[in-house]
């Protein structure tokens, strides 16, 4: 099993950053590829960016690239989204999820979630 716990949201004015920070615990080893979903009331959770296991491959969705960005520090199990020129609707809970190898953007093909982390932007 492994955990994940996000943090690092909270209240900011538009065009303002955040990061947000995923550590993960218990079976954790780095073949585990990371995704950022987020969503939003009354909304499906949606793919934000994701990064492979080796850090060598990410993707993001076309919304946020440009602005967002994904990383991670195996050594410390953590991963990272550095969000930047945030937007009012980039207000959601963000979630980091886990699956082996390579990141996709699916959520359902994910194994292991957090509990999610609120970002809410100001206009």
């Known amino acids: 099993q492994v955990q994940l716990v996000e943090s690092g949201g909270g209240l900011v004015q538009a065009g303002g950053s955040l990061r947000l920070s995923c550590a993960a615990s218990g079976r954790t080893n780095s073949n585990y590829a990371m995704g950022w979903f987020r969503q939003a009331p009354g909304k499906e959770r949606e793919f934000v960016a994701g990064?492979?296991?080796?850090?060598?491959?990410?993707t993001s969705a076309d919304s946020v690239k440009g602005r967002f960005t994904v990383s991670r520090d195996n050594a410390k199990n953590t991963v990272y989204l550095q969000m930047n020129s945030l937007k009012p609707e980039d207000t959601a809970v963000y979630y980091c999820?886990?699956?082996?190898?390579?990141?996709?953007?699916?959520?359902?093909?994910?194994?292991?979630w957090g509990q999610g982390t609120q970002v809410t932007v100001s206009s």
């Open positions: 999820a886990a699956r082996a190898f390579i990141p996709t953007m699916k959520a359902n093909e994910y194994n292991y």
């Open positions: 990064i492979s296991a080796n850090s060598g491959y990410t």
